[in-house]
C-alpha cells in the first residue's frame, strides 16, 4: 500500500496564479482532510470530506476550494493564489463513517511545499 | 487563547536522557488525545492514541492524559538521535470530525 500520496511535492507559483495540489488514497478511508502547517501555527485545517460528495470547511477555507468525487481522491485549489498562502500542506486519511471519525487516527502524506511570489 | 498549548521549544536532552513533552488544552469536551512525530520534510506519524484519562505505554514512549487538569503528556524512555523530530499533540471530541492540534515542540537529542 501506499498509504496517502500528494503531488506535487513541490511548486512555485505567481500571485494570482491557480492550481490544484493532489492527494490520493489506497485505504479505501471515508475520511478525508487538508491542513496548513506554518511556523508556530501547527496544523490548520483547511477542509475535510466524510465521504464521496460531501464536504465541509475546516478553520481557514478562504482562498481554497475542494470536491471529493471518488473515495481515494481528494484534491485542494487554489483559485487565486497569495502570498499568505505560502506554506506547506498536507493531506490526511483516516477510516469511519458516520459518527465513528472520531476514534480513528489520521494518516498523513509527506506534503506539499508551496510557494507563493 | 488557542484551544491547544504547546511549547514549541526548542528542547535539547543527551542521548539517553527522560525526554517529557507537554500540552494543555481549554476544550473539555476533547475525548481523544494523540501524538504524532513529524521528521524533517515529512508528514506526521501517529506515534500514541488514548481515549479519555489515563496512561499508555509503548515500548520506550508513555502517553499520560490528566481531564481534570486538561493536561497531556508524552514520555520518552532511554531517547536516542533518532527520536530528533517534532512532537505534536492533537485532540479531538467525541462526534467530531475536526482535529486539534497543538505548534509542535521540536526535540534534538545528542549523542
Known amino acids: 500500500n501506499a498509504g496517502v500520496t500528494q503531488t506535487p511535492k513541490f511548486q512555485v507559483l505567481k500571485t494570482g496564479q491557480s492550481m490544484t495540489l493532489q492527494c490520493a488514497q489506497d485505504?479505501?478511508?471515508?475520511?478525508m482532510s487538508w491542513y496548513r502547517q506554518d511556523p508556530g501555527m501547527g496544523l490548520r485545517l483547511i477542509h475535510y470530506?466524510?465521504?464521496?460528495?460531501?464536504?465541509d470547511q475546516g478553520e481557514v477555507p478562504n482562498g481554497y476550494n475542494v470536491s471529493r468525487s471518488t473515495t481515494e481522491d481528494f484534491p485542494l485549489r487554489l483559485l487565486s493564489a497569495a502570498p499568505s498562502q505560502t506554506s506547506v500542506y498536507f493531506c490526511?486519511?483516516?477510516?469511519?463513517?458516520?459518527?465513528?471519525?472520531?476514534?480513528?487516527?489520521?494518516?498523513f502524506g509527506d506534503g506539499t511545499r508551496l510557494s507563493i511570489l | 487563547q488557542k484551544e491547544v498549548e504547546q511549547d514549541p521549544g526548542p528542547l535539547s536532552v543527551p542521548e539517553g536522557a527522560i525526554v517529557s513533552l507537554n500540552c494543555t488544552y481549554s476544550?473539555?469536551?476533547?475525548?481523544?488525545f494523540m501524538w504524532y512525530r513529524q521528521y524533517s520534510r515529512k508528514g506526521p506519524e501517529l506515534l500514541m492514541y488514548?481515549?479519555?484519562?489515563g496512561n499508555k505505554e509503548d515500548g520506550r514512549f508513555t502517553a499520560q492524559v490528566d481531564k481534570s487538569s486538561k493536561y497531556i503528556s508524552l514520555f520518552i524512555r532511554d531517547s536516542q538521535p533518532s527520536d530528533s523530530a517534532t512532537y505534536l499533540c492533537?485532540?479531538?471530541?467525541?462526534?467530531?470530525?475536526?482535529?486539534?492540534f497543538g505548534a509542535g515542540t521540536r526535540l534534538f537529542v545528542k549523542a
Open positions: 492533537a485532540m479531538r471530541s467525541t462526534g467530531g470530525f475536526k482535529t486539534i
Open positions: 488514548t481515549y479519555s484519562s
Open positions: 470530506s466524510v465521504g464521496a460528495g460531501i464536504t
Open positions: 476544550n473539555s469536551a476533547f475525548q481523544y
Open positions: 490526511a486519511s483516516s477510516p469511519g463513517t458516520g459518527t465513528s471519525f472520531s476514534n480513528q487516527p489520521q494518516h
Open positions: 485505504m479505501n478511508h471515508e475520511y
